[in-house]
């Protein structure tokens, strides 16, 4: 059976947090993660111009996800089939990226931009990150002790315990916080 396939938009890339949770879930091979070459340059200009983040720690990011997913960034070819509208042209790469993958959930925090009735006649759910981690989580709570653990042991510079952890997640992410608090604890 084919693993879920989601397309994360930059506005979820940009959040380390959030991205990590995502990466962590795929490299315990649960869920495959797709973007486009259009998303990373999104996420570049706001981790550069409006994060502030040196451009070079950037690129290194950018380049160590495209290493670790190397199946993920996918190609955002325009769809001609359907006559396709969404609230924000500019969103169209999005979807058309989302579609060409074959993906079965878009995860961005944009969910105006790419209403049910855009996404829907494509097979394709759009939910934001709150709803799509809390729908992993409880698709696979037996698995997220072991995926939260190993995803706080990579987070040594500063170290985080799993209840800063979760009160930092909880601050975006409420409903996702209270799901994975309540895996965790069994």
Known sequence: MRRPRIFLDANILVDAQIRDIFFTIAEARLIDLRWSDE??????????NQRGIEP????????TINAAFPKSNVAAAKITLLPVALPDADDLHVLYAAVN????????????????????PFGLSALNADSAIAMLVQDFSERMPAIISRLLSELRNPPISVQEF??????RTPTAAQALSAALKG
């Not at 998303?39 to 550069?48: A, F, I, P, S």
């Not at 979760?166 to 601050?171: E, F, G």
């Open 39 to 48: 998303v990373l340059n999104e996420t570049r200009n706001v981790l550069t």
């Open 56 to 63: 070079s720690r950037v690129d290194y990011l950018i380049s």
């Open 101 to 120: 993958a074959d993906c079965d959930l878009l995860v961005t925090n944009n969910l105006r931009d790419f209403p049910d009735g855009a996404v829907a």
């Open 166 to 171: 979760l009160d930092r997640l909880k601050q």
